[in-house]
Structure formats: C-alpha cells, structure tokens
C-alpha cells in the first residue's frame, strides 16, 4: 500500500463531513497510544500550555523518584526514558518556550539529584546535548525570553 502524501490527506479531509472525521479520529487513537496522548493533548491541553508544563514537570520530578540509582547503568537507561517523554511532549506541544522550560528543568532535576554527573562520561553526554539542544531552541524565542533562559542556564553550568 502507497502512502499518501500530507498534501493528500488534508485535501481528503477538507472534503469529509464532520461526523465521518469524529469516526477517522476516533479509529487513529484506537491503534496507538502516542496518537490518543496527541488527541488528549489537543482537544483538552493546549489551550492551557501553562498548567501543561507543570504536569509535566510533576511527572519529571516522578520519574526522577524513580531511579535506580544501585547501578550507573540503570541511572543512564531512566535519564534517557525521561528524555524521550521530554521529546514525545515537546513534539505535541510545538512550543520553543515549553521545549526550553522542559529541557533546563530537566538539566536542573539532574544538578539537584544524587546523581553523579561526572562519574560516567555517558550520563555528562546526555546532560550536555540537553543543554546544547536548549542553545539551540533558545536562539528561535523572544530576546526578553532569551535574557531570563540564559540567565537560568548559566546557573546550570
């Protein structure tokens, strides 16, 4: 089976009534979890991005709760899940803002744990990337933004 180009696709659904396009969603979020946490997401969070990070930040601090820390292994392997979850939702979300604010509470979580960053060159490599992906996203925002991000990353380095 071919698949059709995103081009297609909106033109099929500019062309669907509306009840038909409640049943195409309504299949899509059957099939995969991610889709129906990108349905939650548009239809109940994102119209308040605000109370969105928060959640989110919560559910960091959670995961962060969570480490096994017996091993530096199993503190790499929980990093890196915490960061897809970061990356899962800053896709959702689209947002530069809340990419940055999820990345630097991250790298912050990191600083504030008993995790030691610099006993494993692997875990000091997520944690750069982290802030080398925050420099990036930090250069596409507001300048006023800009000032008080880096004011806050420099405090991480």
Excluded at 36 to 61: C, G, M, P, R, W
Excluded at 112 to 135: C, G
Excluded at 147 to 156: I, N, Q, T
Aim: net charge positive.
């Amino acid at each position: 089976m071919k698949t059709a180009t995103v081009h297609e696709i909106k033109q099929e659904l500019v062309a669907t009534k509306p009840g038909d396009l409640v049943e195409l969603c309504l299949r899509l979020a059957r099939f995969k979890k991610e889709n129906k946490e990108l349905l939650t997401y548009l239809l109940f969070e994102a119209h308040d991005e605000q109370s969105f990070v928060v959640n989110l930040k919560k559910e960091i601090n959670e995961s962060f709760g969570e480490i096994n820390q017996s091993n530096l292994y199993y503190v790499k392997k929980s990093l890196r899940k915490i960061i897809r979850t970061i990356n899962k939702y800053c896709r959702y979300s689209g947002s530069r803002q809340t990419e940055v604010e999820l990345r630097i509470f991250f790298c912050s979580s990191v600083k504030a744990s008993p995790i030691w960053l610099h006993r494993n060159p692997a875990i000091t490599k997520l944690f750069d990337k982290q802030l080398e992906k925050v420099n990036t996203v930090l250069n596409g925002l507001h300048e006023d933004l800009q000032y008080d991000y880096r004011k806050e990353l420099e405090r991480l380095s």
